[in-house]
């Protein structure tokens, strides 16, 4: 009988406190199908590896250019997979990371096996959110039962329909003359007002509005 080769889920930490990447990494190998490939303080440096990731699991609690690093990161290796890892349970938080791009977000209180499984679901194609924050997130998603349109403002409206174009945030700032911050911040705003985690779906929202 031929012997079956599980695939091997090879993983990158990036986390400025080494001690606890270590500990992280030590603790994801006692799964068979999980190799840590590379630990870093740094994305620049585990952009350097030799060896690919197939997820890189981050810390974002220092990072204020979530959407940035993971574009840097994509931009190496488009088919990587992002686990956002942070301290806080908060929904906007949550929120931000989804609209930055992340796959996952785990909260670093969480137990081993929830880590495990956000890696394995994100390396299947699969999102992943900490069930204790998607509760809290769904409960206020479920508050508000209209679709939001109504409420975004007329910049916002133009951001959205330039969206459903398949234009990025960069190109949105070079139509509309604003920077690439201010309009990252107004898709934020979009999303929340909306409800909805990615640019496909504002695309939709757009389309099945008539803003587009």
């Known amino acids: 009988m031929a012997t079956v080769v599980q695939a091997t889920i090879r993983v990158y930490i990036v986390e400025k406190q080494l001690l606890f990447a270590k500990a992280v990494a030590q603790a994801l190998s006692s799964d068979p199908e999980i190799r840590v490939v590379g630990i870093s303080a740094s994305r620049e440096t585990a952009i350097a590896s030799r060896e690919a990731a197939d997820v890189v699991v981050v810390d974002i ?6 959407d940035e690093a993971i574009e840097f990161f994509r931009s190496h290796n488009p088919s990587l997979r992002v686990c956002a890892l942070s301290m806080h349970p908060q929904p906007d938080l949550l929120q931000y990371c989804l609209s930055a791009g992340a796959d996952a977000y ?3 209180d969480s137990s081993l096996q929830e880590l495990v499984t956000a890696i394995h679901s994100v390396a299947r194609g699969t999102s992943y959110v900490d069930p204790r924050v998607a509760a809290t997130y769904f409960r206020r998603r479920g ?5 939001g349109v109504a409420e975004l403002s007329p910049r916002e409206m133009e951001i959205i329909r330039l969206i459903a174009q398949g234009l990025s945030n960069r190109d949105i700032g070079k139509r ?3 920077s690439e911050k201010t309009v990252k911040n107004h898709v934020s705003h979009i999303f929340s007002k909306l409800h909805i985690t990615t640019r496909s779906q504002a ?3 757009a389309i099945r509005s008539g803003l587009a």
Do not use: C, M, T
């Not at 508050?143 to 679709?147: E, L």
């Open 203 to 205: 695309a939709v929202h």
């Open 176 to 178: 509309l003359a604003l």
């Open 61 to 66: 609690d220092d990072a204020d250019d979530l």
């Open 143 to 147: 508050s508000s039962r209209r679709d």
């Open 106 to 108: 785990i909260v670093k």
